[in-house]
C-alpha cells in the first residue's frame, strides 16, 4: 500500500493519524514514512530533522540522479525508515512546478525504492496545491480525517472532490481508501452533527474514531508517536484498529 495522508487545511490530526500510522503498519512489515511538507511535521514526530537539504526530499526532488538511499533514516523505530522533508522543499516545488515536473516529482524519486517496503505511507501539507498532488500521485489509496469541527466535514468533501478531479485528469490512480474521524468528542453535539453529515455524503467512512486524548499532543512533544509512547490507552489502540482498517479496506479495493 502506499497511502497518502491528506487534509485541506492543517489542525485536523492529520500528522499525528499519519505516525501513528506508520508506527501500526511496521508491526505488519517495512514501512517507509514519507514527509511531503516544507514544515517537515512528519519527521518532527519521530524526533527526525534534516541537517539541509541535501540529507531531506528536497535533495531527491531537486535532482533526479540523487541516490535515494542517502537521505534515509533506517529503523526510526522497528520496521520504519523514514525519508525527511526541509523548509528547502518550498522552493524546490516551486522551481519544479515552473517546468513542469512537480506532479510526477515524488512518484519519479520513490520509484527505486518501492520494492524495498511492504507500505509507504505520505504525510501531506495541510492544502490542496502542488505538492500534495505530487504526494497523490505517488500513491494508489488516499486517506483524509476530520475532527468534531464542522469545518473540517467541509475539508474532507474538498479533497475528496480534489482526488475526483485529478483522477480525471490521469493525474493519479488512487483512490480514496477512508475518511477517518480522529480527536473524537464522544458527548459533543458538534462531533455527532458532523459525523452525521458526512455519513450522508456516501463517502467512505471508516467505524474506527480516534477519541480526543491529551496524550496525542504531548506525545507529539516527546517525539514518540502514543502508539508507542502510551501503546495500552484507548487512543493509542484506536489508531491500531485504524490501521487495520486502512489495511483491509486498501485489500478490498485492489483485489
Not at 237 to 247: F, G, H, I, K, T
Given at each position: 500500500?502506499?497511502?497518502?495522508?491528506?487534509?485541506?487545511?492543517?489542525?485536523?490530526?492529520?500528522?499525528?493519524?499519519?505516525?501513528?500510522?506508520?508506527?501500526?503498519?511496521?508491526?505488519?512489515?517495512?514501512?517507509?514514512?514519507?514527509?511531503?511538507?516544507?514544515?517537515?511535521?512528519?519527521?518532527?514526530?519521530?524526533?527526525?530533522?534534516?541537517?539541509?537539504?541535501?540529507?531531506?526530499?528536497?535533495?531527491?526532488?531537486?535532482?533526479?540522479?540523487?541516490?535515494?538511499?542517502?537521505?534515509?533514516?533506517?529503523?526510526?523505530?522497528?520496521?520504519?525508515?523514514?525519508?525527511?522533508?526541509?523548509?528547502?522543499?518550498?522552493?524546490?516545488?516551486?522551481?519544479?512546478?515552473?517546468?513542469?515536473?512537480?506532479?510526477?516529482?515524488?512518484r519519479r524519486g520513490l520509484r527505486p525504492l518501492l520494492a524495498e517496503y511492504d507500505h509507504i505511507v505520505l504525510d501531506t501539507r495541510g492544502d490542496l496545491?502542488?505538492?500534495?498532488?505530487?504526494?497523490?500521485?505517488?500513491?494508489?489509496?488516499?486517506?483524509?480525517?476530520?475532527?468534531?469541527?464542522?469545518?473540517?466535514?467541509?475539508?474532507?468533501?474538498?479533497?475528496?472532490?480534489?482526488?475526483?478531479?485529478?483522477?480525471?485528469?490521469?493525474?493519479?490512480?488512487?483512490?480514496?481508501?477512508?475518511?477517518?474521524?480522529?480527536?473524537?468528542?464522544?458527548?459533543?453535539?458538534?462531533?455527532?452533527?458532523?459525523?452525521?453529515?458526512?455519513?450522508?455524503?456516501?463517502?467512505?467512512?471508516?467505524?474506527?474514531?480516534?477519541?480526543?486524548?491529551?496524550?496525542?499532543?504531548?506525545?507529539?512533544?516527546?517525539?514518540?508517536?502514543?502508539?508507542?509512547?502510551?501503546?495500552?490507552?484507548?487512543?493509542?489502540?484506536?489508531?491500531?484498529?485504524?490501521?487495520?482498517?486502512?489495511?483491509?479496506?486498501?485489500?478490498?479495493?485492489?483485489?
Open positions: 500500500m502506499r497511502l497518502a495522508v491528506c487534509s485541506s487545511k492543517g489542525g485536523v490530526g492529520k500528522t499525528a493519524t499519519a505516525a501513528n500510522l506508520c508506527v501500526a503498519l511496521a508491526r505488519r512489515g517495512r514501512v517507509l514514512a514519507v514527509d511531503t511538507d516544507p514544515q517537515d511535521s512528519l519527521g518532527r514526530a519521530f524526533g527526525v530533522v534534516a541537517k539541509g537539504r541535501d540529507d531531506s526530499l528536497a535533495a531527491l526532488l531537486e535532482d533526479p540522479v540523487t541516490e535515494a538511499r542517502a537521505a534515509i533514516r533506517h529503523d526510526v523505530v522497528p520496521g520504519l525508515d523514514l525519508l525527511p522533508a526541509h523548509p528547502a522543499l518550498e522552493a524546490v516545488s516551486v522551481q519544479l512546478a515552473g517546468t513542469g515536473g512537480l506532479v510526477t516529482s515524488i496545491g502542488g505538492l500534495t498532488l505530487a504526494a497523490v500521485c505517488a500513491a494508489d489509496t488516499v486517506l483524509t480525517v476530520f475532527t468534531s469541527d464542522p469545518g473540517s466535514a467541509l475539508g474532507v468533501v474538498r479533497v475528496a472532490a480534489f482526488l475526483e478531479q485529478h483522477r480525471t485528469y490521469e493525474n493519479t490512480s488512487a483512490v480514496l481508501v477512508g475518511v477517518a474521524c480522529v480527536d473524537w468528542d464522544k458527548d459533543g453535539r458538534a462531533a455527532k452533527e458532523v459525523f452525521g453529515a458526512l455519513a450522508g455524503t456516501g463517502l467512505p467512512l471508516l467505524e474506527t474514531r480516534v477519541p480526543t486524548s491529551r496524550r496525542v499532543p504531548t506525545s507529539a512533544l516527546a517525539k514518540r508517536p502514543v502508539v508507542l509512547s502510551a501503546p495500552s490507552s484507548p487512543v493509542a489502540r484506536a489508531y491500531l484498529a485504524l490501521a487495520d482498517e486502512v489495511l483491509a479496506s486498501a485489500e478490498r479495493l485492489h483485489t
